[in-house]
Nanobody, 122 residues
Framework: QVQLVESGGGLVQPGGSLRLSCAASGTIFSIKAMGWYRQAPGKQRELVATITSGGSTNYEDSVKGRFTISRDNAKNTVHLQMNSLKPEDTAVYYC????????????????WGQGTQVTVSS
């Protein structure tokens, strides 16, 4: 069974840092794009950052210069380094990935992790 498992959330003071990690497990032939999304209370889920299999990245405007997404293809993991955190970054953060689950190129499916809470508060 393929799954994404996040870790690294928690409570941090404004200006602090956190590093989120997401590990993909199960029968995976290859991992295409990976990304992080977040959902604050009463708001829609929004894109935070994405990274392609080749390492190209994209960031939501409010996190540019503060967050860095990276991936380790050998370990099937993606990370989100979050610096200079603000109270408005408080949300549940979700890992997302397009995974090819068999040798056939068409067997690419989108998966979500269960989410990890990030709270920025003094």
């Amino acid at each position: 069974q393929v799954q994404l498992v996040e870790s690294g959330g928690g409570l941090v003071q404004p200006g602090g840092s956190l590093r989120l990690s997401c590990a993909a497990s199960g029968t995976i032939f290859s991992i295409k794009a990976m990304g992080w999304y977040r959902q604050a209370p009463g708001k829609q889920r929004e894109l935070v950052a994405t990274i392609t299999s080749g390492g190209s990245t994209n960031y939501e405007d409010s996190v540019k210069g503060r967050f860095t997404i990276s991936r380790d293809n050998a370990k099937n993991t993606v990370h989100l380094q979050m610096n200079s955190l603000k109270p408005e970054d408080t949300a549940v953060y979700y890992c997302n990935a397009d995974l090819q689950v068999t040798i056939y190129a068409g067997s690419v499916y989108n998966y979500w992790g269960q989410g990890t809470q990030v709270t920025v508060s003094s």
